[in-house]
């Protein structure tokens, strides 16, 4: 049945739970209230953003996603962390190095938690003044616009042809990354 529902449709209808708990997870450590808890925020956002960025990287995928590699923010993030004179957090977790399908789904999980980062960036401007030159540029909208941005790229991971075997591996690598980044977010803010 799932081989009907447009590729990127099928992940986030079977993410959708899992998602609605990391934003749950993440506003609940209150991430805007303070400068040290943000830091803390973006330790957990450069070690997830590390995982993916071979992802984004992978050459065999850029001739597939046009732009991809410039979309990568694990170095953005450490400019952020470099704004406010803090280092990365080393994770006593196992990093894992997702490949093939699963890897598809790591993108799916990555590239799209800048659709919700609309609302942190926000925060981080209203309540700490951090903004797209200071200490929240990887929370920045693309220059296209959020929206416009997602819609092409869905539509981009919707091309590739992903069916069968390597749709439900690529849903594995969505609900990795999210369950990955509550573990991270809980040792980080522990
Ligand atoms: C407090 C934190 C977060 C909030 C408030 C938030 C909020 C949102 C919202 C409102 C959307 C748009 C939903 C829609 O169009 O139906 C969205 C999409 C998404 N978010 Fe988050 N999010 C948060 C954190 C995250 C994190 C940490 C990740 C990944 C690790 C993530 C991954 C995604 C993905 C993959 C989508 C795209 C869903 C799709 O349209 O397929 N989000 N988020």
Redesign the pocket.
């Known amino acids: 049945m799932s081989e009907t529902l447009p590729f990127?449709q099928y992940?986030?209808d079977n993410?959708r739970a899992t998602?609605d708990s990391?934003?749950e997870l993440?506003?609940s450590s209150k991430p805007f209230d303070n400068t040290d808890n943000y830091i803390r925020f973006l330790q957990l956002q450069a070690v997830?953003h590390k995982v993916v960025d071979p992802i984004y990287k992978d050459p065999a995928l850029n001739e597939k996603i046009d732009g991809l590699a410039e979309l990568a923010r694990y170095d953005v993030v450490l400019q952020d962390l470099g704004d406010l004179k803090a280092a990365p957090k080393a994770v006593s977790l196992d990093i894992p190095a997702p490949e093939g399908a699963e890897a598809l789904g790591w993108l799916?999980?990555?590239?799209?938690?800048n659709?919700?980062?609309a609302?942190?960036f926000k925060d981080a401007q209203q309540h700490l003044n951090f903004n797209a030159d200071f200490g929240a540029r990887h929370l920045g909208p693309h220059a296209d616009g959020r929206g416009k941005h997602?819609r092409e790229f869905?539509e981009q991971l919707n091309a590739l042809g992903v069916e069968g075997a390597d749709r439900e591996d690529a849903l594995r690598g969505a609900l990795e990354?999210?369950a990955f980044?509550k573990k991270v977010l809980r040792e980080v803010f522990a």
Do not use: I, P, Q
């Open positions: 990127a992940l986030k993410s998602h990391v934003d993440v506003m997830f799916y999980c990555a590239e799209g938690s659709v919700g980062a609302f942190l997602w869905v990354a999210f980044y």
